[in-house]
């Protein structure tokens, strides 16, 4: 399985660009894949594919119309696990004693 952690948005289209965030969250949220947003982006957990049909379909709802597209894709693979999404937060939180701000 792979999380996979992605930030993409346009460069020109103004100051907010919620409108833009939020075209990419439907197309994640309509995958069926598990995710978390955060306000820096977006951690989703799949298959190396199903992923990076994720991300290619969230560059393309924004290129749609946008001229231009800045982001970044943190990926970590770990061979036969799942439920990483998860299981990479509690492992920290058993580690300090105590759950942490989500």
Same mark, same amino acid.
């Given at each position: 399985?792979? &999380? #996979?952690? &992605?930030?993409? *948005?346009? #460069? !020109?289209?103004?100051? $907010?660009? /919620? /409108? *833009? ?5 439907? +197309? =994640?949220?309509?995958?069926? #894949?598990? *995710?978390? /947003? %955060? $306000?820096?982006?977006?951690? =989703?957990? !799949?298959?190396?594919?199903? +992923? ?14 946008? %001229?231009? =597209?800045?982001?970044? =894709?943190?990926?970590?693979?770990? @061979?036969?696990?799942?439920? !990483? &999404?998860?299981?990479? &937060?509690? $492992?920290?939180?058993?580690? #300090?004693?105590?759950?942490? @701000?989500?």
């Amino acid at each position: 399985m792979v &999380l #996979l952690d &992605l930030s993409l *948005y346009p #460069l !020109g289209e103004g100051e $907010s660009v /919620s /409108s *833009y965030v939020a075209k990419c969250l439907d +197309v =994640i949220d309509r995958s069926g #894949l598990d *995710y978390q /947003s %955060h $306000s820096m982006g977006t951690t =989703i957990e !799949g298959e190396f594919d199903q +992923v990076m049909d994720v991300v290619r379909d969230c560059f393309n709802a924004l290129a749609a119309d946008c %001229h231009r =597209i800045e982001g970044t =894709i943190t990926l970590d693979y770990r @061979k036969g696990r799942t439920g !990483g &999404l998860a299981a990479k &937060l509690a $492992s920290t939180e058993r580690v #300090l004693g105590r759950e942490v @701000k989500k």
